[in-house]
């Protein structure tokens, strides 16, 4: 395990996280990038949970999104760039959850000293849409990047509704864009 991986895995267990690394880490000497990461999962998870209970104003203060941030939505559809999320916008996605519980599981961290990226699976319970509240599990990855002002700005996020998997069928019926 490269000291990097270990400083990762070492951060993600300071954070109380479990991950299947732990057992085969070892200590580092990259305590900067270590406390980057830990930093990183729990503003993630504190982010998240405001924005689960439609707190956008916490959400974005923890959470901010780099200028070319790109959203890979867990709905499909048009990935949306950062000039997307107007301020009109962003208080759409306020209104677009509520009374949420969030949980993240990390199973997988990369770090560099500029890039962190985040490999989870979110689990909420969550009124969504209008929907009434109900569980959903995410595949999530996260990509975080250290601007040139030094502050880590969220650039990139990927999440998907098959943490339950699915069938090749359905994949199939999803991939050629027909109704399930």
Same mark, same amino acid.
């Given at each position: 395990m490269t000291p990097t991986?270990?400083?990762?895995?070492?951060?993600?267990?300071g954070a109380g996280l479990a991950l299947p690394q732990l057992a085969q880490a070892a200590a580092?000497?990259?305590?900067?990038?270590?406390?980057?990461?830990?930093?990183?999962?729990?503003?993630s998870d504190e982010g998240n949970a405001a924005l689960m209970r439609g707190d956008i104003g916490t959400y974005t203060k923890l959470v901010p999104l780099a200028d070319d941030f790109l959203l890979m939505s867990p709905f499909g559809g048009r990935p949306s760039p950062a000039s997307d999320y107007t301020p009109e916008r962003l208080e759409e996605m306020g209104r677009f959850f509520r009374n949420g519980t969030f949980?993240?599981?990390?199973?997988?961290t990369y770090a560099?000293?500029?890039?962190?990226?985040?490999?989870t699976i979110e689990r909420t319970h969550v009124e969504v849409g209008g929907l009434p509240g109900q569980?959903?599990?995410l595949?999530?990855?996260?990509?975080?990047?250290?601007d040139k002002d030094g502050a880590?700005? %969220? @650039? #990139?996020r990927?999440?998907?509704? %098959? @943490? #339950?998997?699915?069938?090749?069928?359905q994949a199939a019926v999803l991939g050629r864009g027909e109704a399930a």
């Open positions: 991986r270990r400083a990762v895995v070492l951060a993600a267990a580092s000497g990259n305590a900067d990038l270590t406390e980057t990461v830990a930093e990183l999962i729990r503003t949980s993240q599981e990390v199973l997988q560099t000293n500029d890039m962190v990226v985040l490999v569980d959903w599990a595949r999530v990855t996260l990509v975080y990047r250290r880590w700005r %969220l @650039a #990139h990927h999440a998907d509704p %098959l @943490a #339950h998997g699915i069938s090749v069928k």
